[in-house]
């Protein structure tokens, strides 16, 4: 079965950038969509964008300016960039596989996640 | 915040039905399938129902979902005590063009 293991680390200054990277394992990234959700400390989930494994991507509105998020088929990882960082995106982070529907032929994102990978604390501070 | 809202807790007592309501809009449960997680303390979420009242293979059927118009609702029947966890709705939101997901509900068993 699939499985999502994310990498990084786990403290971040402020200002600089957060990177991540996803490994899926026990499958192939191809044909799926995949995705960044994050939680905050105490809080609830937040999505904070996705991408096709053919590169194309869709993010947050409330992180767009902030956000990158790329694939590597041939690693089959996926990789998240969150620049100019604050204490305000210290939470736990999650990797998540996104379903899909297809509609005329067309592959679009479906609404739900799984599997999830176990996710990563990444703390802001100096 | 969450547009999809959701009440900050419940509660019920072994042996118990609950229920845990999601209200959101037209643009999102209105038009859209809704998806319930359920998160065990210190854990990733797990996909609990989809497209509003599937259950994943290995889902007890103790848990269903459903929807109405704008609102959904997850059902917990025959509570244990390894149900106590944070439960959230969520889906695809048009207007956001991207998943939204509504801020958690924690169920305690009494």
């Known amino acids: 079965q699939v499985q999502l293991q994310e990498s990084g680390p786990g403290l971040v200054k402020p200002s600089e950038t957060l990177s991540l990277t996803c490994t899926v394992s026990?499958?192939?990234?191809?044909?799926?969509?995949w995705s960044w959700i994050r939680q905050p400390p105490g809080k609830g989930l937040e999505w904070i964008g996705y991408?096709?494994?053919?590169?194309?991507?869709n993010y947050n509105p409330s992180l767009k300016s902030r956000v990158t998020i790329s694939v590597d088929t041939s690693k089959n990882q996926f990789s998240l960039k969150l620049s100019s960082v604050t204490a305000a995106d210290t939470a736990v982070y999650y990797c998540?596989?996104?379903?899909?529907?297809?509609?005329?032929?067309?592959?679009?994102?479906?609404?739900?996640?799984?599997?999830w990978g176990q996710g990563t604390l990444v703390t802001v501070s100096s | 915040q969450s547009v999809l809202t959701q009440p900050p807790s419940a509660s019920g007592t072994p042996g118990q039905r609950v229920t845990i309501s999601c209200s959101g809009s037209?643009?999102?449960?209105?038009?859209?399938?809704v998806y319930w997680y359920q998160q065990l303390p210190g854990t990733a979420p797990k996909l609990l129902i989809y497209?509003?009242?599937q259950r994943p293979s290995g889902v007890p059927d103790r848990f269903s979902g459903s929807k109405s118009g704008t609102s959904a609702s997850l059902a917990i029947s025959g509570l244990r005590s390894e149900d106590e966890a944070d439960y959230y709705c969520?889906?695809?939101?048009?207007?956001?063009?991207?998943?939204?997901f509504g801020g958690g509900t924690k169920l305690t068993v009494l």
């Open positions: 991408i096709y494994y053919s590169g194309s991507t």
């Open positions: 026990g499958g192939s990234i191809s044909s799926y969509y």
């Open positions: 037209s643009s999102n449960i209105g038009s859209n399938y």
């Open positions: 497209r509003n009242n």
């Open positions: 969520a889906a695809w939101d048009d207007s956001l063009s991207g998943p939204l």
């Open positions: 998540a596989r996104m379903g899909s529907i297809t509609i005329f032929g067309v592959v679009n994102p479906g609404g739900w996640f799984d599997p």
